[in-house]
């Protein structure tokens, strides 16, 4: 298998447990060994009190991509600490993309790197995830 067919049978073998970003409307436009590009469209229902989207769920997608990025290799990773700097307001009906890019890794941890932008592609929001792999694997027949 190559290191893209096992990127993309470890993001189906996620996708089919990952109710919270199915349940938010999210969608995989692009996997690739320690990056994935999510995007997810901003509902009414994720509006706040001022009128732009709740900065929870901008969060989310974030964190999706960075997700599927660095369980791309076949070794599962969880979060152990992630940051966001929002730049700009996302509204009623825009179309987020979230890229997200391994920068680093040593042993078992690593950095990740996600740019949210709207659908002119202007940023929104980057993100930083720094994840640590743990016991187990996402396709256990590829061993």
């Not at 791309?72 to 979060?79: C, D, M, P, T």
């Not at 009906?93 to 949210?116: C, E, M, N, P």
Request: include cysteine; charge should be neutral.
């Amino acid at each position: 298998m190559t290191p893209g067919q096992m990127a993309e049978a470890c993001a189906r073998a996620m996708w089919a447990e990952d109710r919270a970003s199915a349940g938010l409307g999210m969608e995989i436009a692009r996997i690739a060994p320690g990056e994935c590009d999510m995007t997810m469209r901003i509902e009414e229902r994720m509006v706040n009190g001022h009128g732009i989207a709740h900065g929870g769920f901008i969060f989310a997608l974030a964190d999706s991509a960075f997700a599927f990025a660095c369980n791309s290799f076949n070794r599962r990773a969880v979060a152990q600490s992630n940051t966001i700097t929002y730049l700009r307001p996302a509204r009623l009906g825009d179309r987020l993309t979230a890229r997200a890019v391994q920068t680093a890794s040593a042993g078992r941890s690593g950095i990740t790197d996600v740019t949210v932008t709207d659908g002119e592609g202007r940023p929104v929001a980057v993100f930083r995830g720094l994840s640590r792999v743990i016991e187990g694997h996402l396709v256990e027949d590829a061993q």
